[in-house]
């Protein structure tokens, strides 16, 4: 295996390929999802958000974004972000994509808006796998009515994410 990179969509080539791979995997995202439902999804994270991208020998292998602020209070909670995507290809799953995927998203976050104090996850409520993850760095906190069913949220201290990631990659 080579080594993961991650990094920050920023150009159009980036943009296309994150597009394509949500595109590719959006049966993964929900088994409902729909052609139209990824586009919009992907429109929202390119204007409104940011898409972290994973790849190994350049080939895009994950994915996640997260906004700066929620869309309820208008993006004007700066001092929350959001992180409400992440999707691995399955061949990946249980590897370091997700760990390292999100440390580097975690950093991110601190390092291009530091007055980010508490991150949010929202996962769907019946994805075992995802709510398994999450909840090894963050707590839940309730679950709602999300467009594709029951979402769980869940929020944590962003220093006390970091200082859990660097005991996790101590390994």
């Given at each position: ?30 088994p ?40 309820e ?8 972000a ?38 949010r ?41 970091l ?9």
């Amino acid at each position: 295996m080579t080594a993961l990179q991650c990094a920050v969509c920023a150009t159009d080539d980036d943009f296309a390929q994150a597009s394509l791979f949500l595109l590719e995997h959006m049966r993964d995202v929900h088994p409902s999802f729909s052609v139209l439902d990824t586009v919009t999804l992907a429109y929202q994270y390119i204007t409104e958000g940011s898409i972290v991208l994973v790849r190994e020998g350049g080939e895009a292998v994950g994915l996640g974004a997260y906004y700066h602020g929620t869309r309820e209070q208008a993006f004007n909670d700066k001092d929350v972000a959001l992180i409400d995507l992440a999707l691995a290809v399955r061949s990946h799953r249980g590897t370091r994509v997700f760990l390292d995927g999100f440390g580097f998203t975690i950093r991110s976050i601190a390092e291009r808006h530091p007055e980010v104090r508490e991150v949010r996850l929202t996962a769907q409520s019946d994805n075992k796998y995802l709510n398994r993850l999450y909840a090894k760095f963050v707590r839940p906190y309730g679950v709602r009515d999300g467009a594709l069913g029951k979402e769980t949220l869940y929020a944590g201290d962003i220093e006390h994410i970091l200082s859990m990631l660097c005991k996790w990659n101590r390994v």
